[in-house]
């Protein structure tokens, strides 16, 4: 998730706009909804369609046709997330649909952890600590970024 960061951190250099908080918040947005989402969950999609086999063994679970499915549903995440660079009304939808299906797959992952001590590298670790704390993230970064252009348009 550092692509994202960097790129937002060079924007916000290479870029004329005043810097502020909001400005700030806006880049990481646009950066983290872009790359992140949008072409992480691309990315993350099509290997679960193309090759669900590969998911299914970094996971520690058996191969089902519900690899591919969910595959689907990364997808449409990471067009979501593209879009949101576009138009600023994807936002909130974008992050609000990344969220649910995020916690939802942490939850499965923390139920895998508990019931039959799967700890493989796609189940446990560093995969769980992002399905937690990236929607979070966004999440406080779009109220931030609410809470900013508020205060900045009413100055």
């Keep these: 998730m550092g692509v994202p960061l960097l790129g937002a ?9 005043p810097r502020s908080l909001n400005r700030i918040t ?6 983290y909804l872009g790359v992140g989402i949008g072409v992480g969950s691309l ?10 086999e590969i998911v299914a063994q970094s996971t520690g679970w058996g191969y089902s046709p519900f690899l591919r499915e969910v595959g689907f549903a990364n997808i449409s995440y990471g067009i979501l997330g593209l879009l949101a660079v576009r138009f600023r009304n994807f ?12 916690w939802g797959a942490a939850a499965g992952h923390i139920y895998e952890i508990q019931q039959n001590v799967n700890l493989s590298v796609g189940n446990a670790g560093t995969v769980l600590y992002l399905d937690i704390l990236m929607p979070l993230f966004l999440i406080i970064l779009l109220l931030v970024y609410q809470k900013t252009l508020k205060k900045d348009s009413s100055s």
């Design 9 to 17: 951190i060079i924007h916000l250099f290479v870029s004329k706009k």
């Design 43 to 52: 990315f993350s999609g099509l290997v679960q369609v193309i090759s669900p």
């Design 91 to 102: 936002w909130a939808p974008a992050i609000i649909a990344y969220a649910v299906f995020m």
């Design 26 to 31: 806006e880049l990481l947005l646009l950066w």
